[in-house]
């Protein structure tokens, strides 16, 4: 019963869910200092940018893999909360063109909350070169830039309502405050970035390069805890809610054995206002996931063909030597015309006839492959080892 009101909640409430997307994201690293993983000889970046700065602790062997994975997450709950936002300006906003620079907005926010991940990529520790700390920040500035415009929108397009005028208040205070320190974080990381890259600069030795947030201007350092505060509370207090309504619509039963009650409960990309969700989606399980003996044949048919490919060739095809690069090596003609059968077939066999007859119910794709008669269906069906139903 809890876990049910707390995932309400959540679904309700798409800018805590990036709350939690943060506080996800920040595990690893606050973990990792509590570990004590702070020796400024073994990572750069604690060298350039300073030992308080959070991502130097998770920046060894062993912690970074982890760290990398939170973020991957992390970026998918980012993505799906933006989604719910996009839904809801989108039924709110009249002017098309308005939604369709929502659209690319959102889009592109998106994009980058979904690079940061790639921090893992570059280890700071492994190797200390100029290019090698300019590939591990790029996607942290690239997501410090996601939540920078994400919060001058929600501050221009996402108005607090049906709140207190203290607390939208104090909303808009903290969401200002947060930009102007991202500003300065942001623009002491440039700063720090163009010292590295001029000539000259050593990265390695007693003298490597100690920019000033880890030297005189150790202070500044402040700003990344402080203002990664102010985004936290920024999205955690902002009153959008968003109704829960689940949804129940009823499938006609085609026959008596038919689905007659569907719920539609989870469609946070709006499958369902674009293609008659019900039929197509059982369609779409049932063609790719459910049979297993339909792939046992396939990929019988596979090894066949990668044998007699050596010694018997379709018109307009070479003998490959290895068979895995035939695919490579085809006329560029012969491999369109195989394509286009293959899609044709694809087509005219399972999209336009899924929604006929009881076909797509049983998996027949028309009743093509499968007796008109339902109990001889059936029971090839159990003899092939899988029912349809």
Known sequence: MVCRVVARFLLEKPLFQMGCGILLGLTVPVVARLAGNNDPNENQISHV??????????????????????????GLLHSYAMIKVYQHCKSEWKAESSKRWLLAFVAFEILCVNCFWMVG?????????????????????????FFFFWVIFLMAFVPPKDVSKIRAVSWYCISLGYVVLQLLQLGMI?????????????????????????????????FEPVSLFARLTCLCLHPLRLPYQPENP????????A????????????FSDLIDAIKWLRESELKHGRTLAFFRRVC?????????????????????????????????????????????IETRITMLDMFEGDGASRADFGKRFLPQDKAAADDLALKAGDSFE
């Open 49 to 74: 940018f300073g030992q308080d700065s959070i991502c130097v602790a998770m920046d060894f062997p062993g912690w970074v893999e982890v760290a990398t994975i939170m973020f991957f997450f992390a």
């Open 300 to 344: 019988m048919l596979a090894t066949i063909g990668f044998v007699a490919e050596q010694y018997w060739q379709l018109p307009g095809f070479d003998a490959a030597p290895d068979a895995l690069q035939a695919i490579y090596v085809a006329p560029a003609n012969a491999t369109g015309v195989l394509l286009f059968l293959a899609g044709y």
């Open 259 to 270: 689905v007659t009650d569907f719920k539609a409960e989870f469609d946070p990309l709006g």
């Open 250 to 257: 009823k499938v006609e039963p085609e026959d008596p054995d």
């Open 190 to 222: 440039f700063h720090t970035l163009a010292l590295l890259a001029q000539p000259g600069v050593e990265t390695s030795g007693p003298n490597r390069f100690k920019g000033p947030l880890a030297t005189e201007q150790a202070s500044l350092q402040a």
């Open 121 to 145: 990529l570059f280890s700071p520790v492994l190797d200390h070169s100029v290019g090698q700390v300019f590939a591990h920040t790029i996607p942290f500035i690239v997501f410090q830039f």
